[in-house]
């Protein structure tokens, strides 16, 4: 199906391009660009103020138009008739995504035509093409990261937070950057895996990049709302562009080969232990998810076990095969530290071989008493259980453990005390499975 066949699109335009707003945005916008023509407004404000307009309309009003177009059909209770439509997780996304803000990108691109006239008496072409790039790509990542938020949590019923989120990571960093670009000059460059690469046009690349996996990650929580199979390979891949975009930025062409192969391994045990972390909080914790994993495991059917597996598991068994690899390989390159890049593995770093592989049992930890707490008839009951432990953990124990000067016992510091972390880390794993597993088989007694 085209994306002009799309159904969804088409009622999101019925709904949002209607005869008055077609008419009202261009008077509206004409008559700002009029006021500002005949006050003889320098080019370079008239220029700075049309692209406020657009910031305005495509990343302020945009991402909750976003975030709206699926909230709002849980607060009408439309949802589930949706959710029984034949249109794919692709075509629903992007009718939502594209649907919702018709009306902001009708106003927000004819803003883009009046920047572009002006900024092209007081810049040169290439940079004003760069700067409308940029903008364009923030949009699209701004409101896909809004949708995908609203996704996150199904049947919220208030934008607030998702929208103040998006507001102060991405909005209002990103509309600094824009206009910062206005002023700058174009030989302002960056360092990216050895390479230099002009600060504008670096900042264009990355940008639609991560609009394009915003996207895709909005397609696969899609997904999982209409209750297709998919495996966390999406994900997995997402967090490996991570690694390999991350470390560009410290490897050069002067690091040897195993030295930068070492740093990507660290940053990769770093990305996937956070993102699979992440992901335990978010995703459904149903025992009977284990179950049917269980069922598939015996049945051989190894596509099902990967439809049916979480993401954080995935992304946490990489993380740990990273972080064991790490072991001999920071072991190797500490010893012959090269410039910058070891700042952290030398003597005075407080970073040693076996800290990645703490913080991977830390968070193996925390997740497996999220899961075994869930294996309950109520899963939102055990929400309440999970916060006091987080906070017995973090803050009470190892506050009135280090008065006795027994912290190490509860909390050891990673950085600081990398072998007694792991051996503790393991311990509190191996005790928190063994009660998982007793856990497990009482919730299948009572099933029973």
Known sequence: MSILENPELRRLAWLEMTPVRLVVMPVVLGLLLLLGVLNNVAASLMASGALSVYLLLTHFWGLRQAAESVAEEFRARTWDLQRMSVLSPRDLALGKLIGANLFTWYGGLMCLIVFAFFASREMSTVHVVSVLLFVLGSAILMQGAALFLTLLSPGVRSLRTPYLLIL????????????????????????????????????????????????????????????????????????????????????????????????????????????????????????????????????????????????????????????????????????????????????????????????????????????????????????????????????LLPALLSAFGADPLILPNPFTQPVVAVVVFGIHLAAVLVWVRLRWRSLGQAGA
């Open 168 to 395: 102060g990571v991405f909005a209002i960093p990103t509309a600094g950057a824009v206009f910062s670009m206005l002023t700058e000059d174009n030989a302002h460059a960056l360092t990216w895996y050895g390479w230099s690469w002009p600060l504008l046009q670096f900042a264009v690349i990355s940008v639609w990049l991560y609009a394009l996996w915003a996207v895709l990650g909005v397609i696969r929580l899609m997904a999982g709302q209409l209750q297709v199979r998919t495996t966390p390979a999406v994900f997995c891949a997402f967090l490996l562009f991570v690694t390999l975009y991350a470390s560009g930025f410290v490897i050069g062409r002067d690091i040897p080969r195993l030295s930068a192969f070492v740093f990507m391994l660290l940053t990769g045990a770093l990305v996937f232990a956070s993102g699979g972390y992440l992901a335990a909080w978010f995703e459904s914790r149903d025992a009977l998810r284990y179950k049917r994993i269980g069922l598939a495991y015996r049945a051989a059917r190894m596509q099902r076990v990967l439809e049916e597996l979480p993401s954080w598991s995935a992304t946490l068994a990489i993380a740990a095969v990273f972080a064991l690899l790490l072991v001999p390989g920071l072991t190797a390159v500490s010893a012959r530290p090269v410039g910058a890049l070891y700042a952290w593995f030398d003597e005075t770093s407080r970073f040693g071989p076996l800290t990645p592989l703490a913080i991977v049992l830390l968070a193996l930890r925390d997740i497996a008493f999220v899961q075994g707490m869930s294996f309950t008839r109520s899963v939102k009951r055990a929400d309440l259980p999970i916060a006091v432990y987080l906070l017995l953990v973090y803050l």
